[in-house]
Structures are given as C-alpha cells and as structure tokens.
C-alpha cells in the first residue's frame, strides 16, 4: 500500500524494538501512521523510532513492562500526552518458555500468563478510552499457530495464546459500536530472535520445514503486511477473527 493510507493514525505497539513488533511499527510508518513504540530495551527501541523518522512521520520510544499496571498506566499517560488520540493498538509483545509441563515453575507460568494475555489487557484497558469516538479504530493481538495447534513443551504458551484469542473475540463484539475493529494474527514459523534458538537447531529446523508445506520459514515483514491490511479501510468487515498466517501448517 503506497499510497500511505494511514496518514494521519497514530499507533501504539508493544514489543516493538525488534522482531515482528519492529517490523509492524516500520511497515505502518511507511503507510502513514505516527508511532508510539514501547518496550523494556529502550537502545533498541530508540533505533527504530530514528529509523521511522527517515519514514516522515512522528516516533516516539517508551520503556516499560507491560506487565505492570502501574508502568502501563504510566506510559500510556505518556503517549497520550503526545497524541490526543489513539486508533491503533497492537499487541505484540509475547514470550515463549519452551519445557516440559512438570519443569515449570509458578514464576515461568505467571511471566508467560502475565506477558501475553495480561499484558494485552492492561493496553486495551488504558487506550480503548482514547480510541473510542473516532469512527475508526483497530486493534491486533498477535496470538500463535499454537493456539490452534499443539506441540509437546507449549502447553503454558499455547494456553497463553489461547486465551488471548478469546479476549479478542470478546472485546471485538464489545467494541463493534464504536467502529472499533478486534483481531488476532496468528503466525507460524517466522525468522525472529524468539525462534532462534530453532532456526539455529538444524534438527528442528528440518523438522519445522517438514511441516511447512510452503517449504520455509517466514518473513517477518509478510506479517507486517497482514497488519497494515487490517488497520486499513479495506478491513473495515473484518473484526472478532483471529488470521494464520503459516505457510499452510494448520490445513494439514
């Protein structure tokens, strides 16, 4: 989409200095749309709020775990601050802890619970009041394949992501009055630092290409793209649905 179509949306990302999360922020910074960027590696952050710069639009970087209600509040005062109003909020942020159920600790459980669902909770809580009344508004919440899919050491993972889509679904029917759209994307393989320690596995990387039909990992700028759909006009229909985005993994 060339013609910029954002222009004019602000957007808040979380997760956003590297990874999928850094790919999204850059690809609606090419559309258009004004940034907000957090994250608890402000360094990195930093570099991709000068690089969305270059883009012409505004970019801002906020630390912050988006764990913690108080930080949360915080930043989010912050960003409203700087924009009066919000119309896209996407939820990126995530953490992977990959183990055997009975190797679990309550403290790896509640990081995982608390970064990918609870995290989603408190943004959506913080930011819906400023995206409310603009006759526009999207919000995506990155779930998982693992949310429709399982493989053995995912289990807290994939009940992570698996709650995160019925928050979607829910919040999305709540929001519909205000032309507020609700959406998961859930990726499957992709070429990101959480998957490094597979890509770098030659043999699970072989198994994972086994089960990609399409034959290869992911691009993280093809997410980036499914996103920028979403927050445009052309997705005005689309909300309360979560979209794989897999290399054809689930229809197996």
Known sequence: ???????????????????LGKSIALALAENGANLALISRDIEKLNQVAEEAKKLGVEAYAFKADITDEMQVDAVCKKITGHFNRVHILINNAG?????????????????VMDT????????????????????????????????????PGRSVYAA??????????????????????????SPGPFLTEMN????????????????????????????????????????????GTDILIDGGWTAQ
């Open 1 to 19: 989409m060339k013609d910029r179509e954002l222009t004019g949306k602000n957007a808040v990302i979380t997760g956003a200095s590297k990874g």
């Open 95 to 111: 953490i992977n802890i990959r183990k055997p159920i009975t190797d679990f600790t309550m403290t790896e459980w509640r990081t």
């Open 116 to 151: 990918n669902v609870t995290g989603a909770f408190l943004m959506c809580r913080a930011l819906v009041p400023y995206m409310k009344g603009n006759g526009y508004g999207r919000i995506i919440n990155l779930t998982s394949i693992m949310s429709h899919v399982g493989l």
């Open 160 to 185: 992570s992501k698996s709650a995160l889509i019925g928050f979607t679904k829910a919040l999305a029917l709540e929001l519909a009055p205000e032309k507020i759209t609700v959406n998961g994307i």
């Open 196 to 239: 490094r320690p597979l890509v770098e596995n030659p043999e699970l990387t072989q198994f994972f290409l086994s089960r990609i039909p399409l034959g290869r990992w992911g691009d993280p700028r093809e997410v980036a793209d499914l996103a920028v759909f979403l927050c445009s006009e052309k997705a005005n229909f689309i909300t």
